[in-house]
C-alpha cells in the first residue's frame, strides 16, 4: 500500500486548505485512514479519521468542528478540508491506513503511512 498525500501550504489565520491522500496498491475493503500531524518538537497526534466501510468518522477534540474529513470512492482518495485555521495547526500533517476494526487515535496502530505535507499558518 502507498500513501500519497497533497495539498499542503502557507495560509493566513482564519483561512482554508483541503488535503489529500490517495491510497494505491493492495488496499481491501475495510480499513480506516485517518491523518495525524506533527509540530515541531512536539509528537505526532491523531487529527481525524474515516472507517472506509460504514463511514463513520472521528474527530480529535482540538478540531472542534474546524475540519471535516471525507473521501471519493472512486479515486481512492480521503480528503481533509480545514477551515478557520490557527496559527497552532502548523505542523506535518500524515495520512495513515490501518486494517483494524475501528477507528484508532493511537498512531502505533497505524500499518502505513505517507510521506507528510507541510501546513503552516500564519497569524
Known amino acids: 500500500v502507498q500513501l500519497q498525500a497533497s495539498g499542503g501550504g502557507l495560509v493566513q489565520a482564519g483561512g482554508s486548505l483541503r488535503l489529500s491522500c490517495a491510497a494505491s496498491?493492495?488496499?481491501?475493503?475495510?480499513?480506516?485512514m485517518s491523518w495525524f500531524r506533527q509540530a515541531p518538537g512536539k509528537e505526532r497526534e491523531f487529527v481525524a479519521g474515516?472507517?472506509?466501510?460504514?463511514?463513520?468518522?472521528h474527530y480529535a477534540a482540538f478540531v472542534e468542528g474546524r475540519f471535516t474529513i471525507s473521501r471519493d470512492n472512486a479515486k481512492n482518495t480521503v480528503y481533509l478540508q480545514m477551515n478557520s485555521l490557527k496559527p497552532e495547526d502548523t505542523a506535518i500533517y500524515y495520512c495513515?491506513?490501518?486494517?483494524?476494526?475501528?477507528?484508532?487515535?493511537?498512531?502505533?496502530?497505524?500499518?502505513?503511512w505517507g510521506q507528510g505535507t507541510q501546513v503552516t499558518v500564519s497569524s
Open positions: 495513515a491506513l490501518d486494517y483494524g476494526a475501528a477507528i484508532s487515535d493511537n498512531r502505533a496502530d497505524y500499518e502505513y
Open positions: 496498491g493492495r488496499t481491501f475493503s475495510r480499513y480506516c
Open positions: 474515516m472507517r472506509w466501510g460504514g463511514y463513520s468518522t
